[in-house]
């Protein structure tokens, strides 16, 4: 079963970047698709963005798409979320997740292992 820590969250202004990464303990790392989701306050948690195994096939929340990029290493186990051109709605608390049950998953419960977040503040 693989471990999640995410890191790389903080306060920035609108308008720029963060990276956030997200560290995978394990020997097979590389045979769970990962997932980046985010929870605001008084909001449910939401899907932000997922990548394969391999790294080949990535997909996106329309509300990312275009300003977020998902991207992997698996010689270091490392998910990471680049985020660029940051908006306060982007505000919240960012948890990545894995799973090896579902192929192509969006939805919380597809995910098995979370890790146990990173906040983000935009500020405007």
């Known amino acids: 079963q693989v471990q999640l820590v995410e890191s790389g969250g903080g306060l920035v202004q609108a308008g720029g970047s963060l990276r956030l990464s997200c560290a995978a303990s394990?020997?097979?790392?590389?045979?769970?698709?990962m997932g980046w989701f985010r929870q605001a306050p008084g909001k449910e948690r939401e899907f932000v963005a997922r990548i394969s195994g391999s790294g080949g096939a990535t997909y996106y929340a329309d509300s990312v798409k275009g300003r977020f990029t998902i991207s992997r290493d698996n010689a270091k186990n490392t998910v990471y979320l680049q985020m660029n051109v940051l908006k306060p709605e982007d505000t919240a608390v960012y948890y990545c997740?894995?799973?090896?049950?579902?192929?192509?998953?969006?939805?919380?419960?597809?995910?098995?292992?979370w890790g146990q977040g990173t906040q983000v503040t935009v500020s405007s």
């Open positions: 997740a894995a799973t090896n049950l579902f192929p192509r998953a969006v939805r919380t419960w597809e995910y098995h292992t």
């Open positions: 394990g020997r097979t790392f590389s045979s769970y698709d």
